[in-house]
């Protein structure tokens, strides 16, 4: 079924104010900033599509004709209770997607849309997670995908990308310096870049959906994220501000963000904080956070300030220490993943999550997909 009611008002706007229709195949406002979506209305529970075991049980909320939908199953994913420091906390797996990350959540919208536009070529850059969902979602839409990754990525991390039939092409220079290859290449080729795409968010969005759905349709008081380009962190607030709109919760949950610590542009500015005081970046274990400069930055800040959550930047060592605690606990999740584990230890600590609050830690991605740097975490354990 079509579901265009949710798109007849819609519209995209720049940090400037100009306005764009939904239908307008830039990536980009004119003033060089991200796009965002205009509001649009929340869902109550009657119009979930029971039936539907993916995220298009939010149809309704999602601003693509289902006609032109792309789905692998994506979405639903467990949200698992378990005893952390004293509390009840519940860890939604992101892990279970089609691709083994959060990201496909997005990707399967954002291509969606792409597809009714009559894309048949695309663009990425991404090393990681990004790159294996566009290549995979492309892959099922039958689109012709191009992932511009940086030449010193290991062959193990772009082997899903090239197995999916992606094109990849390598490029000599940083992660910074591979993004604006890309949007070079943009002028040729539609972008489909998960940073900056404004119909990503609306399909990572839906794991807010989720979070209130599982827990009786309420909101949880805590959500707990990692943040790189800040996508999570937008995500819920643009679902939890939906739901809040249309009466269906009775506050926003507060946002708390981790972040590596030589890689906390979110957490430092949210802070009070110059970015540049740390000194020169040092590679961290959680690869899939290391984002200098986000493209969505005052956005993403601005959301957590008005969910009166909180950042926070975390060690490396810390890091390690809360990979090693989720494993114990039956859970392998990616590096990245266990930054968000470190941040909840980090205010559990400090006594900003209570013992009797509703709290959610995001894990975004599977340690299977980073076996070498799983590999180092576990070294010292020994059989």
């Known amino acids: ?100 990350s959060f990201k496909d959540r997005g990707v399967a919208v954002m291509v969606s849309h792409l597809r009714g536009r009559g894309a048949e070529y695309v663009l990425e850059d991404s090393s990681g997670n990004g790159g294996s969902a566009v290549a995979a979602y492309c892959a099922a839409a ?76 309420r909101a949880p008081d805590n959500v707990v994220v990692v943040a790189g380009a800040g996508s999570n962190v937008l995500g819920c607030d643009i679902a939890f501000g939906e739901l809040l709109a249309a009466g269906q919760i009775a506050h926003r949950p507060r946002l708390f963000v981790g972040q590596p610590e030589h890689w906390a542009t979110i957490a430092d500015t949210v802070n009070g904080l110059d970015p540049a005081d740390r000194g020169p970046r040092v590679s961290t274990i959680a690869e899939g956070a290391a984002i200098a400069d986000p493209v969505r930055l005052p956005e993403v800040v601005e959301a957590i300030r008005r969910s009166g959550g909180a950042a926070v930047a975390v060690s490396e060592a810390e890091i390690h220490a809360a990979a090693r605690r989720l494993a114990s606990r039956g859970l392998y999740a990616e590096p990245t993943s266990c930054v968000a584990a470190a941040a909840l230890d980090h205010f559990i600590t400090e006594g900003t999550i209570g013992v009797g609050e509703t709290t959610v830690v995001v894990l975004t991605g599977a340690g299977t997909k980073s076996t070498e740097t799983m590999a180092e975490i576990f070294a010292e354990i020994r059989a």
């Not at 698992?80 to 004293?86: E, K, M, Q, T």
């Not at 310096?177 to 539609?190: D, F, G, L, P, Y």
């Open 142 to 217: 039958g689109i012709r995908a191009k992932i511009l990754v940086p030449a010193l990525t290991s062959a193990a991390k772009i082997l899903q990308a090239r197995a999916h039939g992606a094109q990849i092409e390598l490029i000599t220079g940083t992660r910074d310096e591979v993004a604006r290859e890309a949007i070079r290449q943009s002028a040729q080729i539609t972008y489909a870049s998960h940073n900056w795409h404004p119909f990503f968010l609306q399909g990572i969005k839906t794991v807010a959906y989720e979070m209130w759905e599982d827990l009786g349709f």
């Open 1 to 100: 079924m079509a579901h265009t009611a949710v798109t007849s008002d819609a519209f995209l706007y720049d940090r400037s104010g100009h306005r764009y229709g939904l239908a307008d195949p830039r990536w980009r406002g004119a003033d060089g900033t991200a796009l965002t979506m205009s509001a649009l209305p929340g869902i109550t529970a009657d119009r979930i599509v029971t039936s539907e075991r993916s995220l298009w049980r939010y149809q309704a909320v999602i601003p693509v004709d289902a006609r032109h939908r792309v789905s692998l199953g994506e979405g639903c994913t467990p949200m698992v209770p378990v005893d952390w420091a004293g509390r009840r906390v519940h860890f939604k797996l992101e892990w279970f997607n089609p691709t083994s």
